[in-house]
Nanobody, 122 residues
Framework: QAQLVESGGGLVQAGGSLRLSCAAS????????MGWFRQAPGAEREFVGA????????LYADSVKGRFTISRDNAKNTNYLQMTSLKPEDTAVYYC???????????????WGQGTQVTVSS
């Protein structure tokens, strides 16, 4: 059974950094685009960023551009979301997802993780 598991979330002060990991199991995701989304309390889930299958192309939401970086290691079936200069408004549950294209649309992604909480204190 294909599964995505996020890890690395936690509590960090504003201005700090965290790296989230998304480990895939049950199948090889090297041919899939990987995306990251987040959902803050009381808000809809929103797109954070995505990376194509080879890692040669990535895109980001304007709110995180220049602060967040997505990378992947296909040999480890894992991708990463490096977050720097964190702000309180980055507080959310972060989800990784796998899909056919590196887009910002949730319906492009067929597989989802359970999410990991990131809390940024001011």
């Amino acid at each position: 059974q294909a599964q995505l598991v996020e890890s690395g979330g936690g509590l960090v002060q504003a201005g700090g950094s965290l790296r989230l990991s998304c480990a895939a199991s049950g199948r090889t995701f090297s041919s899939y685009a990987m995306g990251w989304f987040r959902q803050a309390p009381g808000a809809e889930r929103e797109f954070v960023g995505a990376i194509n299958w080879s890692g040669s192309r990535s895109l980001y939401a304007d709110s995180v551009k220049g602060r967040f970086t997505i990378s992947r290691d296909n040999a480890k079936n894992t991708n990463y979301l490096q977050m720097t200069s964190l702000k309180p408004e980055d507080t959310a549950v972060y989800y990784c997802a796998a899909g056919s294209s590196s887009s910002g649309y949730e319906n492009e992604y067929a597989y989802w993780g359970q999410g990991t909480q990131v809390t940024v204190s001011s």
